[in-house]
Structure formats: structure tokens, C-alpha cells
């Protein structure tokens, strides 16, 4: 099947082969936002007398025709049908003849392939963010939930100071509002319209880049068409970071469940459906969900490198190597939105064990309690911390395991309304709903 960039010679079938890749698969990831780009790219050819009335009607319609094959799954790239934008451009000249063949009027493929990528991560933060957002509050509900329930804290992984499961399981909740500040910063810098850069270079077209990125709900234009290109794994590099970061969260916790789940620790337990056996050893129960999570949630902290090494010392403009960052970048969403909801599920369902403090193995938890109390009763701060290493030494450390946390963010006041607070402000400049409202009134 001809390309449409081809002339008149034939390419190779190796090269060809080689060059088209595996980028037909991961194509489908976008051919909903080609559509939608080419629906705002129409509007505004026609505002601007490139294209009739009547054309535009005819365009439009069968856009959306094929808008809603995609929604209903059953679109595909046809054999030897190179790429997305080649596949929507055949079948509206198949159906309309000369007239299809306009949509591609003042654009490139470069700026098509842009806008439709930007249209995909824009909304696949959106989704990622909606994810994190239950996920913390998930955190927040068990953290209130185990406030009062004491768990060793460690340092070096050696025995430290008391903590709690409400304090470990907040830790984790405000961890991931960082996260999402860095969540929201990508979406800033991917909510800016690339469309009308063309091949880089712009257009002498009288096209309205304004336009277009009203009419697909963007924030602002990337407004330099240079930049517009050279934004192309930049944008696919910060999102990938943010994506690193909330996965860095999920790779700790999920180290700490696997720690916590053995014997030697028993801080908390799952039921039989959540963990997996031992083809050997009846009694195993293996922390399996945990462990891939852990793994998975490793490989996307090394996504933001590979994408930085895969654009290193490219110049300004256009080159294929950008090809490929689709396909280590647009499958790791499912992977980590799935890892965000096993690990809601196993939270869900986990169970912590009580009055673990009693045990005399974590007494020396308390031997800061116990410096304290003398520091309260008026000895220097140095002499009562000699003092109780002194008796730690001798055998003769005495201690309770009542504990007085009041300050901010300490195990008697966890904040939880106040860093539950500063999620929902981030949330909301996520802007979903009007962004939906955008597209939808596009579609009309």
C-alpha cells in the first residue's frame, strides 16, 4: 500500500518492515485523539475559508463516524497501513474522494503525531490522577482507623522509636500528594497545543493555531513552532518522571508489606485469597502481589532515563528515534494504574496485629520516652540520655509503653484534614470536567 509521503519509487520491504516497527500497535493507543485533532484541525480550516461549508459538514460527519468505531473497539489499522494518521485519511477518501484528501491541509504528520500524543498523556494523567486520588484516600481512611495501634519504627533497620500503623500508613497518603504535585506539573506542561507547528517549521497557510486550542481544550499554545517539535520527548520524559515518582511511593510500601507479612516481623496478614502458596511447603503464604508490584513499579523508576538516553545529542527538528519512546512510555499507564489497584486491594484487606509493643524484644522503642521524661522533670538533656544508656547497659532499663505524640504530623496528631486538604487542591486544577465538556461540545 502506498505511503503518503511516497512519490513514485518503491521502499525497500526490509526498510519498510524495519521502520514501521511496532508502531501499528502502539498507534491504537492514539487513534482516538487523531480524530479528535482532525475534527479541531477542520473547524478551523473552515474558519479560515480553506475549507467549504459543505466539506466541512462531510468531514466532520465521518470523523465522528469513525470516532465512535474506536470508542466501540472496533477499530484497527488495516495491513500495511503505515500509521494512524494514514489509516484516517484512507478511509475518509474512500468514503468522500477528493474531499478527504484536504484534512491534511496545512499539517504534517509531525505535528499530527504531536497533538495526538499530547491528547493521550493529558488524559491518561487525568485517569492516573483519579487513581492516586482513591488510592490516598484509602491511606487516610485505614491510617485514622490504626492511629492508635503502635508499630515499631526503624532506622538502619534497627530498632528506633515507636510509631504506629496509623503513622506509617499516613507517611505513605502524603507521600503521594507530592506525587501528585509532580502529576499536575506534567499536565501543565503537556496541556499546550502543538497543532499548527507542521514539520516544525509552521505554516503559510493563514491557519488559526488560537482556535484549535480552543477548540480541544488545551490551556495555551506551545506557541514557538521549533519548540513545538523539540518538545516531543521532553513532554514524554516529565511524564514519565511524574509517573516515576508515584511508583517509587508503591515500590516502598510494597518492600515494607513484604517485611511486615514475615514471620520474623508479623506486624500484619492478608487473607488465604490474597496470597499464594508453595508447591513444597504447605504453609507458605507468599506476599506475590506485593513483590510484582514492587518489580513493575522498578521498571517505570527507569523510564524517565530511558527516554532521556533515547533523545540524547538529537538535534532540533524532527528524527525517527522519537518513534520509539511510544512503546516504552504508553503501555507503563496500564501497568501502573493496575498497580495502584492491587495495592488498594490488599490495603483494603489487610489485617494488623494488636498491643505488638508488649512484646519485651522492642522495650529499647522506649528508651527515648524515657530520656524525655527525664528531660520534663528538669535533667539536662545530655545527663538523661547518659543516664538511661548507662541502665540500658546495666540491665536496668525501666519503661512504659504509653506514648504522648501531640506535635503536627506525630503519631497523636496525624493531620490527616490538613494533607487531605492539600490533595484536594491539586486535584482540582487537574480540570477534568471541563476538559470533558470541551471535547464533548467538539464532537457535537
Known amino acids: 500500500m502506498s505511503k503518503l509521503w511516497q512519490k513514485n519509487n518503491d521502499v525497500a520491504s526490509a526498510v519498510e518492515k524495519f521502520t514501521i516497527g511496532n508502531d501499528q500497535a502502539m498507534d491504537q493507543y492514539l487513534a482516538s485523539y487523531d480524530v479528535l485533532g482532525s475534527i479541531a484541525h477542520i473547524t478551523m480550516l473552515s474558519e479560515v475559508g480553506l475549507l467549504t461549508a459543505d466539506e466541512l459538514v462531510q468531514l466532520k460527519k465521518a470523523l465522528v463516524e469513525i470516532y465512535q468505531t474506536i470508542q466501540d473497539g472496533k477499530f484497527k489499522l488495516a495491513p500495511g497501513v503505515e500509521d494512524i494518521h494514514s489509516q484516517v485519511e484512507i478511509l475518509l477518501t474512500s468514503k468522500l474522494g477528493d474531499v478527504g484528501k484536504k484534512i491534511h491541509s496545512a499539517r504534517s504528520r509531525n505535528d499530527q503525531v504531536l497533538v495526538d ?43 528506633a522509636m515507636p510509631s504506629s500503623f496509623g503513622l506509617w500508613l499516613g507517611a505513605y497518603a502524603e507521600s503521594l500528594v507530592d506525587d501528585m504535585t509532580m502529576l499536575h506539573a506534567a499536565y501543565n506542561v503537556v496541556n499546550k497545543n502543538p497543532l499548527g507547528s507542521a514539520a516544525g517549521y509552521g505554516s503559510s497557510f493563514p491557519i488559526n493555531r488560537t482556535r484549535t486550542t480552543e477548540l480541544l481544550g488545551f490551556e495555551s499554545l506551545n506557541f514557538n513552532v521549533v519548540y513545538a517539535q523539540m518538545g516531543r520527548g521532553k513532554a ?48 507458605k503464604k507468599n506476599p506475590d502481589v506485593f513483590e510484582l508490584i514492587r518489580s513493575y513499579c522498578n521498571r517505570i523508576k527507569a523510564l524517565p532515563n530511558e527516554i532521556m538516553l533515547m533523545t540524547t545529542n538529537l538535534t532540533s527538528g524532527y528524527h ?14 496500564s501497568q501502573l494504574k ?30 527515648v520516652e524515657e530520656v524525655n521524661k527525664l528531660v520534663n522533670a528538669g535533667m539536662p538533656f545530655r545527663d538523661a540520655y547518659k543516664k538511661i544508656g548507662l541502665d ?46 470541551c471535547l464533548s461540545q467538539l464532537l457535537k
Not at 342 to 356: G, H, T
Not at 396 to 407: D, G, L, P, Q, R
Open 338 to 367: 493496575n498497580c495502584i489497584e492491587m495495592a488498594s486491594l490488599m490495603i483494603e484487606n489487610m489485617e494488623v496485629k494488636k498491643d505488638l509493643l508488649a512484646d519485651t524484644k522492642y522495650q529499647y522503642l522506649f528508651s
Open 320 to 333: 525517527r528515534d522519537l518513534q520509539l519512546l511510544k512503546e516504552h512510555l504508553f503501555p507503563a499507564f
Open 117 to 159: 500524543i499530547k491528547l493521550f498523556l493529558r488524559s491518561e494523567l487525568i485517569q492516573l490522577s483519579a487513581s492516586v486520588n482513591d488510592f490516598f484516600k484509602l491511606l487516610q481512611t485505614k491510617s485514622e482507623l490504626h492511629k492508635n495501634d503502635l508499630l515499631p519504627g526503624y532506622t538502619h533497620l534497627q530498632l
Open 236 to 283: 514524554e520524559r516529565i511524564t514519565a518522571m511524574a509517573m516515576a515518582n508515584i511508583a517509587d511511593t508503591l515500590a516502598k510500601l510494597s518492600m515494607d508489606a513484604c517485611l511486615f507479612m514475615n514471620q520474623n516481623f508479623g506486624f500484619i496478614q492478608f487473607p488465604d485469597t490474597l496470597t499464594t502458596g508453595s508447591s513444597i511447603m504447605p504453609h
Open 392 to 437: 540500658i547497659e546495666a540491665g536496668k532499663f525501666a519503661y512504659t509503653t504509653e506514648v504522648n505524640h501531640s506535635h503536627e504530623g506525630s503519631i497523636g496528631n496525624l493531620c490527616t484534614s490538613e494533607i487531605a486538604d492539600q490533595m484536594k487542591t491539586i486535584q482540582s486544577k487537574m480540570g477534568a470536567d471541563k476538559l470533558q465538556a
